[in-house]
């Protein structure tokens, strides 16, 4: 079983629609970070969170370390936000690692 | 602007050959690492630093070196390639000291492909 699970790992929607990808993790961590990665595209990090809600814009992180789980909404979902979302997990042992998702492709249509 | 250079962005190669993967940031970050990212697998781990002249290997280091004699580089080593390191290759950096900041900045990545 993988540390990092994602779901779902493909999403379709239409275009305004709130959105939301869930991520879990089963290992202990000093920090959750969300990238995004649009097609062909260099990974840019969107959150890092460490407990409660980040938001930036129309994009809104969430994280509850008790449950190990952490969710990332898109409200009002536009074209552009089509991409692959990572969730990515920063190990607490030993040296500074993080531990990746599978990626959720989300796709916004017009 | 600050951040992260990744050279080259496209690369083909033929097995058997080497060559050195181009990263170099100029955050003052302290930890540097590289990534592979494969359909279906994910981005893995290959090498990462916590500071001049200390490295440590990752989930895949096999075939790959590394070095940072510098704060600022971390060049990727692959020593002979085989077609199984056909990969998107990705380097990132972040602050590591305790109580800074965790955040991470990624390179626009390497497309490798070996023949």
């Known amino acids: 079983k993988n540390e990092v699970e994602q779901s779902p790992q493909n999403l379709t929607a239409q275009e305004g629609e709130f959105i939301t990808i869930n991520c879990s993790y089963s290992?202990?961590?000093?920090?959750l970070h969300w990238l995004q990665q649009h097609p062909g595209g260099g990974i840019v990090s969107l959150f890092m969170?460490?407990?409660g809600k980040k938001k930036h814009g129309r994009l809104i992180a969430t994280i509850n370390i008790q449950e190990k789980h952490s969710s990332l909404h898109i409200t009002a979902s536009h074209p552009r936000d089509s991409a692959v979302y990572i969730c990515?997990?920063?190990?607490?042992?030993?040296?500074?690692?993080?531990?990746f998702g599978q990626g959720t492709r989300l796709t916004i249509n017009p | 602007n600050a951040g992260v250079t990744q050279t080259p962005k496209f690369q083909v190669l033929k097995t058997g050959q080497s060559m050195t993967l181009q990263c170099a940031q100029d955050?003052?970050?302290?930890?540097m690492s590289w990534y592979r990212q494969d359909p279906g697998m994910g981005l893995r781990l290959i090498h990462y630093?916590?500071?001049?002249?200390?490295?440590d290997q990752g989930e895949v280091p096999n075939g790959y070196n590394v070095s940072r004699s510098t704060t600022e580089d971390f060049p990727l080593r692959l020593l002979s390639a085989a077609p199984s390191q056909t990969s998107v290759y990705f380097c990132?950096?972040?602050?590591?000291?305790?109580?800074?900041?965790?955040?991470?900045?990624f390179g626009s990545g390497t497309r490798l492909t070996v023949v």
């Open positions: 990515a997990a920063l190990k607490v042992q030993g040296a500074q690692k993080l531990v």
């Open positions: 290992v202990g961590i000093s920090a």
């Open positions: 630093s916590v500071g001049a002249g200390i490295t």
């Open positions: 990132a950096s972040s602050s590591y000291k305790a109580g800074r900041d965790y955040g991470y900045t």
């Open positions: 955050m003052n970050h302290e930890y």
């Open positions: 969170l460490s407990s």
